[in-house]
């Protein structure tokens, strides 16, 4: 194993793990940005898993908290948050770059993780690609369609709301608020246009477990538009899973498609191990 | 504050260097310092900002504190399936020589949740501790078992996460979020919760579990505190612990043990 630990940033604030495969051939780093409030390790250590995958197969990592979450502190420095986000990202490409030589970067996030990955490939000219987890996607009228047809002709669920109603079922508990506020439909639209055109290439991946807002691969067009046949964009629905990918087999399942994606468009001409 | 930030240090330590380590200095010198052995998988990540914000408190208190990863978990080498219950003491003894070191020798002292407290305890003597707080530690390695299995099957037709219910197949050989083999099943429900006669302090949550449920002679020292980590419902795998009963407590205890 090649990882060494480092604080760093530009107050110091940061605390992150760079991993390096055995060989380095100077190409792009991969990035990885906090899933919410779990730290740089990733839901069920997610984040510790695919990139050891992708340190094996040649590429640079650098797993990390941004400012305040985690093992990270403050900046000290009066931004707002997505300023601070973009901030600390910058940083983080700094630290790789040295650590590595890599001057291209992948970002790679999940839930408010790929809202904060758009950000900073949007901002930041030194991002050449990004994989968002269950990331942006609005709800279309074929999402409400197939989310509340099967609902209203099933009899199984107007029984569970009767039994609500008479207060027989417990309420799931309360979950920590931590919700990025997201970007309106167009302006996601436009700064996906952008990247595209800069040359980005962009994964978009959604689990099933967000069908509140995604449920079917074709709403990727309801969506997005015309963006969808762009030979820089992909996107996958991975329906059976949930949206932390808490069983062993479907994170394998991600790593594959991730080694997989990084390989199309960024491959390594010396393989790490 | 950034000074002390400033101070803390995260590093990979032991033979090899297969361990995560996060080192938390203290300004003032008391003699004593204190580990932290984390609990077993998700409990460890839910358990995160919880031993981060004890770090804090405590090296501001002067003990200076080290938290760590043990082998196959968190930051630290290995797959998650490489986790097992004597590597894992191995482990508690090489993270607490590294305090010592860091420290200049000072009396140790553990804390530890759950599996950790186990842990901490199980080690004591290898790992020259001088005092142990443990936070739900396991007092049956049969229910502990019993529970992560339930919890699996639970997980497994949980349509609030998945809509429609996974296969067997999917499931089996894991607990919540991790593989794990039948080797660390067996150690585990070989677990059983043995005094260390040393300097110890129980503290129990409000709403105990089968797995943690205290023993009748640890009554006298054991301590109450208002937390309700339910440590056996799945709907909170994803769910960070925060308890300032619980932080007060674990410093007020280590404290006084100093």
């Not at chain 1, 329906?239 to 808490?246: K, L, Q």
């Amino acid at each position: 194993m090649h990882e060494q630990a480092f604080r760093f940033g530009s107050a110091r604030h940061l605390v992150g793990v760079v991993g390096l495969p055995a060989v380095i051939d100077h190409g792009v780093g991969v990035i990885f940005l906090n899933a919410g409030m779990v730290y740089r390790v990733g839901p069920f250590r997610l984040h510790v898993d695919l990139s050891r995958r992708l340190n094996a197969l040649g590429y640079p990592t650098l797993r990390f908290d941004l400012s305040t979450i985690g093992d990270s502190g403050a900046s000290g420095q009066r931004l707002s948050r997505p300023e601070q986000v973009v901030a600390d990202v910058s940083d983080a490409m700094e630290l790789l770059k040295q650590q590595s030589g890599s001057t291209r970067f992948v970002l790679f996030g999940l839930c408010s993780g790929a809202q904060n990955a758009h950000s900073a490939a949007h901002a930041d000219s030194r991002v050449v690609g990004a994989c968002f987890l269950d990331g942006y996607g609005h709800r279309t009228f074929g999402q409400r369609v197939r989310h509340y047809l099967p609902r209203l002709l099933s009899l199984s669920t107007w029984r569970n709301r009767l039994l609500r109603r008479g207060g027989s079922a417990s309420p799931r508990p309360a979950e920590p608020a931590f919700v990025v506020e997201p970007l309106p439909p167009k302006v996601v639209r436009a700064e996906l246009a952008d990247m595209l055109q800069r040359g980005l290439k962009l994964d978009f991946v959604y689990s099933g477990g967000v069908t509140r807002y995604f449920n079917h691969i074709r709403q990727f067009r309801e969506c997005f538009g015309r963006l969808a046949d762009h030979p820089g964009i992909s996107a996958s629905y991975f329906e059976e899973t949930d949206h932390t990918y808490v069983l062993t087999g479907d994170r394998q399942r991600l790593l594959d498609h991730v080694a997989q994606w990084m390989g199309r468009h960024f491959p390594v001409t010396r393989p790490g191990t | 504050m950034k000074a002390r930030i400033e101070a803390e240090l995260p590093f990979y330590f032991g033979p090899g260097r297969e361990l995560f380590g996060f080192y938390h200095p203290s300004a003032a010198v008391t003699g004593a310092a204190v580990l932290l052995c984390p609990p077993f998988g998700v409990e460890q990540i839910r358990c995160h900002r919880l031993y981060r914000q004890l770090a804090h408190g405590l090296a501001e208190s002067g003990l200076p504190v080290l938290r760590f990863d043990y082998y196959g978990t968190g930051d630290s080498a290995g797959e998650s399936r490489a986790f097992e219950w004597t590597r894992c003491l191995a482990d508690v003894a090489t993270a607490a020589n590294e305090l010592r070191n860091r420290t200049g020798g000072a009396r140790l002292l553990a804390f530890g949740a759950r599996l950790g407290a186990n842990a901490a305890l199980a080690a004591a003597q290898s790992a020259r501790l001088d005092g142990v707080v443990t936070w739900d530690a396991i007092t049956s390695g049969d229910a502990l078992v019993r529970q992560y299995d339930r919890m699996q099957d639970a997980l497994k037709v949980d349509l609030n996460r998945f809509e429609v219910a996974r296969p067997e197949l999917d499931v089996s050989t894991q607990w919540p979020g991790f593989e794990r083999g039948e080797g660390l099943r067996a150690q585990l429900q070989a677990l059983r919760l043995l005094d260390p006669g040393m300097a110890s302090a129980w503290l129990s949550s409000a709403m105990t579990d089968e797995a943690s449920r205290p023993l009748d002679h640890h009554v006298g020292r054991q301590v109450s505190v208002d937390v309700s980590p339910r440590w056996d419902d799945v709907d909170c795998l994803e769910m960070a612990i925060l308890s300032h009963p619980l932080l007060d407590a674990a410093k007020r205890l280590l404290k006084e043990m100093a």
